[in-house]
């Protein structure tokens, strides 16, 4: 008779794979931390330091601004140099700096600046992490078993999102933001130790794909012209982008300023984010079972819910409301992104993988600072929730509108269809 483990191995055949498991396990713990830091850095602005609303899109700004600066040139390393020991030295730095801002806050020494400066770094060491992660496990499953392993990833991120932030406004109201960036710092260590024993199989050798290695701006502009030969990724990507520029910074800034100032603070907040996470782990089973014929169709049908989640957060009314709706919108998100990266690891070469996954951050996660800014300023003009129902309406437009692009719709699974731009 088969053992719980077999059965499990037999349902889910990516778990045969040991240097998944380890990856999968040490980010398990660490997207914990991950998911309670925003909303213990939210905190410690508005309530530590008595931080206004574009106070606290300064200190996100920081930290997204050196990723966004980064992230192309840790693409290009992350195809040059092993994945992993990048991944192991960002996770080490992450560490010791959440160690220190930890201590900050505990000890009441903290400064505005202090947050600035830290955060900036915290984002340095992240920009050397997001690209090898996205080109390792391609690199540890192979295509045959990528979805399900982007699933079980998604499933470990978004369970972490119930986790996180409901471990998070427990540590705020007993203690303050400072204990729960001591566990983010702590949960980078775990992941470290799990890096640091994995495996991986080697990619093939680049000379013999690309011909003779070349310079950092030839590798570079390799990465482009993937990207360029595919039209179904690059009509996407302006959806990715604005959802990153202005309903993203949306949810990140003006959703805390609306818990803070009409459902309670930060225990109303955990909630929906807790929520949001519920919703997140259903469209991770889903994942895992449910492959779309079409997935860049279904891609798109799901980013629809993804843009409505500044319009629930500013005119859901109630907590109870919100958490809901935002329930229903993390089943999106985590179905759409998971359809979005099994798709670029099964259409994009291994050795080119890093470099187009740091393109995708670049334009995609690049626009986190001045969505930061840009939010805070339409904020002040606008009001709040003008501005949240004006950013999720503009989102969905661009969604609709790569719905009507044929290479979106027609895309199909498991063929290379790249539509070579003329």
């Given at each position: 008779m088969p053992t719980p483990r077999e059965r499990l191995a037999a349902f889910l055949p990516v778990l045969r794979i040991r240097p998944f498991r380890l990856l999968l396990a040490g980010q398990a713990v660490s997207v914990v931390g991950d998911a309670l830091f925003p909303v213990a850095l939210a905190f410690a602005v508005l309530d530590e330091l008595d931080g206004t609303p574009s106070e606290l899109g300064l200190v996100l700004a920081a930290q997204a601004l050196p990723l966004a600066i980064l992230v192309l040139a840790a693409g290009v390393w992350?195809?040059?140099?092993?994945?992993?020991?990048?991944?192991l030295v960002s996770d080490l730095g992450r560490a010791a700096v959440q160690a220190v801002v930890a201590v900050l806050l505990l000890t009441g020494a903290a400064e505005l600046w202090h947050l600035v400066a830290l955060v900036a770094l915290y984002g340095t060491f992240e920009a050397g992490f997001l690209p090898a992660s996205g080109g390792l496990v391609a690199q540890v499953t192979g295509p045959e078993r990528l979805q399900q392993a982007r699933a079980l990833m998604s499933l470990a991120v978004h369970g972490a999102?119930?986790?996180?932030?409901?471990?998070?406004?427990?540590?705020?109201?007993?203690?303050?933001?400072?204990?729960?960036?001591?566990?983010?710092?702590?949960?980078?260590?775990?992941?470290a130790a799990f890096l640091a024993r994995l495996r991986p199989p080697p990619l093939p050798q680049r000379a013999?794909?690309?011909?003779?290695l070349t310079g950092f701006w030839e590798e570079l502009k390799g990465g482009v012209a993937e990207v360029r030969k595919r039209?179904?990724?690059?009509?996407?990507?302006?959806?990715?982008?604005t959802y990153h520029?202005?309903?993203?910074?949306?949810?990140?800034?003006?959703?805390?300023?609306?818990?803070?100032?009409?459902?309670?603070?930060?225990g109303a907040w955990a909630t929906i984010a807790a929520c949001f996470g519920v919703g997140t782990l259903i469209g991770g089973v889903v994942s895992l079972r449910v492959e779309p014929r079409r997935p860049m169709l279904a891609c798109a049908v799901a980013f629809l819910g993804c843009?409505?989640?500044?319009?629930?957060?500013?005119?859901?009314?109630?907590?109870?409301?919100?958490?809901?709706?935002?329930?229903?919108?993390?089943?999106?998100?985590s179905f759409g992104w998971t359809l979005w990266d099994t798709t670029l690891g099964q259409e994009i070469p291994p050795h080119a993988l890093a470099r187009v996954t740091s393109l995708d951050f670049f334009t995609t996660t690049g626009a986190l600072p001045l969505g930061y800014a840009l939010i805070a300023w339409m904020a002040g003009t606008l009001g709040t929730r003008s501005t949240m129902l004006v950013s999720g309406l503009v989102v969905m437009a661009l969604c609709a509108g790569a719905l009507s692009a044929g290479d979106v719709r027609r895309l199909r699974r498991g063929v290379?269809?790249?539509?070579?731009?003329s």
């Open positions: 992350a195809d040059r140099l092993p994945r992993q020991w990048i991944m999102m119930v986790i996180g932030p409901a471990l998070a406004g427990v540590l705020i109201v007993l203690t303050g933001p400072g204990a729960a960036i001591a566990v983010d710092a702590a949960t980078f260590l775990v992941s013999a794909v690309e011909g003779a039209r179904w990724m690059w009509t996407f990507m302006p959806t990715l982008t520029l202005l309903a993203l910074p949306c949810v990140f800034v003006l959703g805390p300023v609306i818990a803070q100032r009409d459902l309670g603070g930060a843009a409505c989640q500044p319009i629930i957060v500013a005119y859901g009314g109630t907590t109870a409301a919100i958490a809901a709706l935002q329930l229903v919108a993390g089943v999106a998100v290379a269809q790249e539509s070579i731009a």
